[in-house]
């Protein structure tokens, strides 16, 4: 039997686009002579597999795309609704290197492959913290070397996201947040959608708290920048953020509404 346990499955169209576009980047993306990327737990509909192979194969052309789910059901759902894109019904490419089986956190691939990158997102979220290193230890057990797990959690329009990556080893490399930057109030927004390894740990004594206190101030500080735009506003808070902060996201990322800081940063007290 796969390991683990049906969640709720929510998704929704490009909800996730923006780990994805934050994938295109994975430099084990582009050099793998197996380009086979895993989307763990996809939920209740294939739209979102379907559109990380879309956004993978603009970087990577011959990307492959496997969604596993827990839940039969899902996988019988998701089969229907790729023949619907064989068929020509759907925006997708016909084409398109996706498929659907059934599967966990053991990801169990057929002829002995591995994945290069296995996204989970929303997943774990559903979990109990003390669950968290067991299933990353499971999915990295499977990666490619120098391969990655994307693991994180977004809100329901994708506007808020977060996400941890874990490198082969199982131990986790780096923590990006992720936000619409359009009618933003306070960063500290991301709190709330946290991957599970952070979310109990916003609290007074805990680095990563310390991190949302400090993106906070930064933002308040440099509201006069609005009149040019939030974007001009994060990339200046980042800029300040970065002087007390290891911040590894290039200026590029920061335009895009992103933040990646070292593991090693906000690593559990």
Not at 70 to 92: D, H, K, M, N, Y
Not at 97 to 114: C, K, N, Q, W
Not at 131 to 153: I, K
Not at 173 to 181: A, H, I
């Amino acid at each position: 039997m796969p390991i683990g346990s049906i969640t709720r499955g929510t998704t929704g169209t490009n909800r996730l686009r923006r780990v994805d576009r934050w994938m295109q980047t994975l430099p084990i993306l582009r050099r793998t002579p197996d380009p086979l990327v895993v989307d763990l737990g996809y939920g209740a509909s294939a739209v979102t597999t379907l559109e990380l192979h879309a956004r993978l194969a603009r970087v990577r052309p011959d990307v492959e795309i496997l969604g596993l789910e827990i839940s039969p059901e899902r996988v019988r759902i998701a089969t229907e609704q790729l023949s619907a894109v064989r068929a020509g019904a759907t925006t997708f490419a016909t084409d398109a290197a996706v498929s659907f089986a059934l599967g966990g956190f053991d990801v169990t691939l057929p002829a002995g492959r591995s994945p290069a990158v296995i996204r989970a997102f929303n997943v774990l979220r559903q979990y109990d913290e003390s669950e968290v290193a067991d299933a990353w230890s499971h999915m990295t057990s499977r990666l490619q070397p120098d391969g990655a797990l994307v693991e994180g959690t977004c809100d329901e329009m994708g506007r808020v996201a977060s996400w941890v990556t874990v490198g082969q080893d199982g131990r986790p490399q780096r923590l990006t947040l992720s936000l619409r930057l359009a009618e933003l109030e306070l960063p500290s927004i991301v709190a709330e959608r946290l991957p599970k390894s952070l979310i109990h740990r916003n609290v007074t004594g805990e680095p990563v708290h310390e991190l949302m206190t400090a993106l906070d101030r930064a933002w308040l500080h440099n509201a006069p920048l609005s009149v040019y735009g939030p974007r001009q506003r994060w990339i200046a808070t980042v800029t300040q953020i970065a002087r007390t902060w290891p911040v590894e996201s290039a200026r590029s990322r920061s335009r895009l509404g992103e933040l990646t800081v070292p593991w090693s940063a906000v690593a559990p007290a």
